[in-house]
Each structure stands twice: as C-alpha cells, then as structure tokens.
C-alpha cells in the first residue's frame, strides 16, 4: 500500500455534537475547531506559546453548517465532528448521522436543562447504543444553574450521570471549573482579548472544597456500581488514582453505563479544552464497539467487519453535498480496509463498480486531498456519479451490504411556481440537487397541471427546501398550500371483466380483446400481475403490453386520480387479430379494462396516518387528549416520562395541519410532540365522499 495510515486507529474519534437549536451546538463546534486548528504539542498552550489570529475563525463561522463532516487534531488523536441537525423535524438526518459516529457530545443550555428536542434526539442515541458525554454550556448567561441542569438529565433523560466536573461561579462570575478527577481547579483570565488558549491549573478554591469532595464521593458510588476495580479499592480505603477513575469512566462510557459531564461556556472560551481531552479519555475509538454487520449480495449469509485495515474494505454512503467549486461530494465512514483515490469501488446496494476520483478530508476552513482512506475515516469523494445516501461501497472481490439507512416515504406536497422565467431554468437544477442531498425529499411535475410538486416529511421540511432553494439557488418560487398524499385501492374483487379495444380507420386498424380479474391484495401487498391465458389466445409478445397498460392506470385511480395501490390484476382470456393486433392496441386495452374493473371493485381512498408522540407536563393531559380525538386520532398509550406525560396516538395526517401552532397556544409552549409516517388507512366514508368531490370540482 503506497499511502500509509497517520493516527493508529486506537486513537481516531468518530464524534457528534448533538443539541436542541438554541443550546450553542454552533459556538461549541466554533471553538473546538478553534483550538484544534493547530496541532499544539502538549504542555504548549500552558507556557502561551499558542497564538493565532482569531478573524481567520470568524470568517469560517459557517462552517459547521456547510460540512457534514470536519476533521480536528488534540494531542495526537484525530477527531471526526460530524454535525447534526438540531430540529426535530430533522429526525431522518439525525439518524443518518447517529448511523454513522461511534460517540457524542450532547450539549445543554444550562439555563434550561433539558429541552424537549434535546428528548428526541436522545432517545434516538440510545436507539443506536451510542456512547456519549454531556458539556453543560453557557454558564455565564443568566439563570444559569449547573445543578438544576444535571438534575434534568438524570430525570427526564434517564441517565446514569457521573459528574467530573463542578462550576467555578456561575451567570457573570463564571470563571471555570474543579476537576474532580485530580481534584484541581482550572480557571480562565477574563481580560480582553484572551480568547482562552491559557488557563492556570489551581487548588480547589476554599469555599468549593467540601462541596468538590461531596461531589468526587458521588462520582466514586457511580462508578463502584458497574466498575469492580473502583468498588474493591473504594471499599478497601485504597487510594483511587485520577488513572484509575479516568480508565473506570472510560469502560463505563463506553458500555453505555454512564453519562460524564462537564460544563463550561463556549462562547466565552471556558472549558472547552477540557471537554476536548473527555472526548479523547472517554467516547470510543472504531475498534472499541462491536464489529458492523451486513449481509453478502444473494441476501442469504450476515457477514461482519471488524475495524481492521487488513479487512476488505466496506463503507457507508451517508451525506450527498453539492459544492460550488468541486461539484457532488460523497460522504462516508469507511468501516473496514483501505482505499486509494483513483481506484475502483463495487457499490453493492446498487451493483455497480465506480471510480472514486478524488478523496478529501475536510478541516475547518481548507479541503486536503487523501491518496488513501483507512478503517475509522471519514471522508468525502468526488467521482461516485450513481452512489446515493445509505449505499454501501465494498471490496468488488469481497462484497458485503451494510445495513441500509430507513428513509419514510414523503407524506405532504406543495406545488411551487417560480416567478420569473430566469428561476424557471434555476428551479429545475436546484430541486435536483436539493433531492440527492435528501432522500426524504422528492420531486415530480403534475401530468395534468403541469406544476412541479415537490414533497417531504411534514410542514417545516418543506419550508426548509423553499427557504434553501431561495438562499443557496437564489430561485424565487410561490409556493401553494400543502397536500395531503392520498392514494385509492379496492376493497372487493371483479371477476370476468371486458374490454375491447376495436379502432378501424383507412389502412391497418388497432384490435386488442382481454379479460380480466381484479383483487385487492390487502395492505401493503403491492401490485401483482398474473397470466392465466391458456393456448396462444393472446400471443405471448403482447402480454407484458397488458401489464404495461394497467401499470400506466395505476399512477391515476378512478375515484379521484390518486394513485392506486395493493392490487392483483388476472389475465384470463383475450383474442388478437393477424393483422391489427400491436403492442400498442393491447396496452391500451390493459389500461381501460384496469378503470373498467376498479369501478366494480369498491374502490376506497387511503390516507397517510402519522404515528404522534406528545409530550406535554401533567396539568394539560386533558386539553392535549381532547385535541387528538378531535382530529380523529386514536390514542394508544400514555406513560409518564420525568415529570411529563408521553401520550403516543395514530392521527391522519390531514388533521395534522398548523399542530405545531394549536399545540403551543394550548399549553404555553411546554408540550412538544414528534410525528412520522405509519401507515396507509382507509378513510371514512362521509370524508372521502367530501374529498373526491372536491377534487372533482362538484
């Protein structure tokens, strides 16, 4: 291998930074990427030799923002920070990222504690066993209460906290932290213009000691619960090294039994130093977790791959960006084995080999150019023109396909217009590449009004697209109301049904005559097309044109032109003529006897049902419940959650419209709720007669 491996794999971090929108997920990012921006040599930034000018992190502000992924280096590890979204309406990118990193950082306001959004995406993390740490920020705002803070993460989040560190002062007097691991005080000069390089390690400040050694006991009960060595030397009076408790905290972390936090104040530049060094102490390197599992390319025999360089190599798709000067990078965690730019990879999800042009690290504000990628890399790659989000690339001699990422199916449609003719020729390229970066997001034109349609996850999705569309494309569009995605099926079967397709005009005419049976094949059973001709009725090369015919019904229902779905459509008889007889006189056929038949099979219209979680405090219950059945929701279950009631329900999305509002008026803004895609269901009848006859213009 021509191109050799910089950080032993031991010490590479795949991290997040996960925080609800007004938490400070930007700033903490800003300045880890700050102090990581020179490969300082340990001991150097205590003796001030560390100096940089600070604009230069000012004009890459946005950075965290446009890169999916950002490589750091802090005493000899290399960090991965993958970013992920704060909102909750963002679940899917969350999840794509959590897929993907070994670790997190979650950061609270320590203002508020614990933030609804801050509830979701935890709860993803714990969905995906994902280790992580917790950096109570802003410590000097307001209000600020580090002890409240923890108190709302052992409460409403459930978890096992283990406090490595108390604050020095809080709100304006904020000056650092005690390090209850080696029981020291580290403090941060508050003079203009320091941007936090330096700090002095100090004694434990008088008035913090008895509350420091309170403090350090609560770490050691913690630990000595999961941890023998701690329990043994703690029970024994041994002395507990600060090794000992940092290697106790390490296991712990790792199998999940322990949360550590810190605190500190990203935006006035305390505490980030040590929160970098708990990363590295702490969260996970690539050969710490269980090996990644896929299955080979029949589908039949589960595989696995350890982190290993010598292992063949397997990585997962998991970003598509556009940029401006390199056109579309791919993004992906490489799992196992090694790659050299300019060498072929077998995309196993799609069974296609590709040329990877060019590798790229991305750093704060510049792009390295790789010649190779190792176990444990996150990198991007220009050149992987069919690869999409969740594909996998793997070794052409030793495939493996890795589990993909579950995107739901859109739920909503708007209609967008651009206002001029010059967004007319913008709007095209910008939804195309809108579309590759999000799986969830999809694009088609209106056969009958000619619109571009686009569609999405819920509400705030979609006006996320539109406001990219016009900051990042600069495409002016009006955008109409939301849509709800029906779809029709039918309910009962229709036996023998006919249709003659007879067209005699000057010259060869048109003849095609098939029978049919149409049966629903229930809930999610798709489409199905049998052949029951017996003798050669019907010849054999114009069978596929009757399923082309029906298939080409299928996209618009005979209700109200939703799309159809979960029918089995029977050929049984027919007859052809020797001369007027064509592929096109049978498609048409399949395509009339298809609407013939749905009219005598009951058709019903689906409608998209949102499975609901709401979370609201106790004394609204009543109000919250009220409001689900009055938009025919069906609530399932309530459970209690902290100090808050969870009612979790199945409601049609089309009563969901404008929630997000109703449900903050009616409980002062306490009350969160999530919403995803469950299930397709039929609608009722007095409703459906009022929305087929809407769309029919009656």
Partial sequence: MSASRQTPLGRVRNIGIMAHIDAGKTTTTERILYYTGKNYKIGEVHEGA???????????????????????KWHDHTINIIDTPGHVDFTVEVERSLRVLDGAVAVFDAVSGVEPQSETVWRQANKYGVPRICFINKMDRIGADFFAAVDSIEDRLQAKVAVVQIPIGAEGHFRGVVDLINMKGLVWADADGEKGEEWAVTDVPDELVAEAEAWRA??????????????????????????????????????????????????????????????????PAPPDLAAIKGIDVKGIEELERPANDAEPFAALAFKIMSDPHVGKLTYFRVYSGTLEAGSYVYNSTKDRKERVGRLLQMHANT??????????????????????????????????????????????HVAVEPKTKSDQDKLGKALQALSEEDPTFQVRTDEDTGQTVISGQGELHLEVIVDRMLREFKVDATVGKPQVAYRETITAPAHKVVYRHVKQTGGSGQYAHVVIDLEPTGPGGGYEFIDKITGARIPKEFIPSVDQGIQQSLASGVLAGYPVVDVRAILTDGSSHDVDSSEMAFKIAGSMVFKEAARKSKPALLEPIMAVEVVTPEDYMGDVFGDLNARRGKVEASEQRGNSMAIRAQVPLSDMFGYATDLRSRTQGRATYTMQFHSYQQVPKAIAEEIVARVRGE
């Fill in 50 to 72: 560390a100096t940089m000018d600070w604009m230069v992190q000012e004009q890459e502000r946005g950075i965290t923002i446009t890169s999916a992924a950002t490589t750091c």
């Fill in 367 to 412: 792009r390295a150019d790789l010649d190779a990628c190792f176990a444990g890399d996150i990198v991007a790659a220009i050149g992987l023109k069919g690869t999409t989000t969740g594909d996998t690339l793997s070794d052409p001699d030793r495939p493996i396909v890795l589990e993909a990422i579950d995107f739901p199916e859109p739920v909503i």
């Fill in 218 to 283: 609560k770490l050691l009960d913690v630990l000595s619960d999961f941890d023998d060595i701690i329990l043994e030397k703690y029970a024994g009076d041994g002395e507990i090294t600060a090794d000992d408790l940092r290697h106790a905290l390490r296991r712990g972390t790792i199998a999940s039994q322990c949360v550590p936090v810190l605190c500190g104040s990203a935006f006035k530049n305390k505490g980030v130093q040590p929160m970098l060094d708990a990363v590295v102490d702490f969260l």
